[in-house]
């Protein structure tokens, strides 16, 4: 079984998960679906950057450098180019953004070169982040890096309380339109040395850690 949740979404109902109410939902998730979810490339950040609001980019026509320009993109999702105007470019890579831009610019001057360079990736604030929650030191949210590990997570947030069931720990992946709850053994990772469920992260991994019941 999935479930389907905004990131934001998917941290509060972790929480009321974790400390035991409220937000239903299956503990684990099939085989075939944990496969799937462990299956997804995870030595990148990003495998392709989509433009979003807030992101600014360098716009550089070859040759012109008077029509080149850096900006953010506007909330609107679009940014203004010299000669050209609006151009959409959240929702684009920038490959696609500069193929739009020659486009456009092509009833202007003949056989325009455009390079896209992102300078500031504002919109990845929080999709490009992994996070760990429950019973924690520290509940922590850190930018995404290659090679990050659970046991990563858990040491960058203080270790487990006295109260944890580390053991039915369950890491949350987005795939798609789904999330799927991957079971993490983390008692074996931090007692045993069992590093079988110490996965590697992807951006936007959510590590709970369940309070043991009384």
């Excluded at 600014?56 to 080149?68: A, G, K, M, Q």
């Excluded at 050209?84 to 486009?103: C, H, K, M, W, Y």
């Excluded at 079971?183 to 369940?210: K, W």
């Amino acid at each position: 079984m999935s479930i389907k949740y905004s990131i934001p979404g998917l941290v509060a109902c972790l929480a009321i998960l974790t400390f035991g109410s409220g937000c239903a939902g299956p503990t684990v998730s099939t085989p075939e679906q944990i496969e799937r979810a462990l299956a997804v490339d995870t030595t990148d950040s990003v495998d392709e950057y989509v433009l979003g609001a807030t992101d600014v980019v360098r716009v550089s026509v070859w040759r012109n450098e008077d029509l080149s320009i850096s900006v953010p993109v506007r909330p609107d999702g679009k940014i203004s180019v010299p000669l050209v105007g609006d151009v959409q470019a959240s929702g684009r890579t920038p490959e696609t953004l500069a193929n739009d831009i020659e486009n456009s610019l092509s009833a202007y001057i003949r056989e325009p070169q455009v390079s896209i360079v992102v300078t500031s990736m504002g919109s990845h604030e929080f999709t490009e982040r992994v996070r760990v929650t429950g019973a924690v030191q520290q509940p922590t949210s850190v930018p995404h890096r290659a090679g990050m590990t659970v046991l990563d997570m858990v040491l960058t947030s203080g270790g487990v309380t006295p109260f944890a069931d580390a053991n039915n720990s369950v890491l949350y992946r987005v795939l798609g339109d789904e999330v799927v709850a991957i079971p993490v053994r983390l008692d074996e990772i931090l007692s045993r040395g069992d590093v079988s469920t110490n996965y590697r992260l992807r951006p936007g991994d959510i590590l709970t850690i369940p309070e043991r019941s009384l």
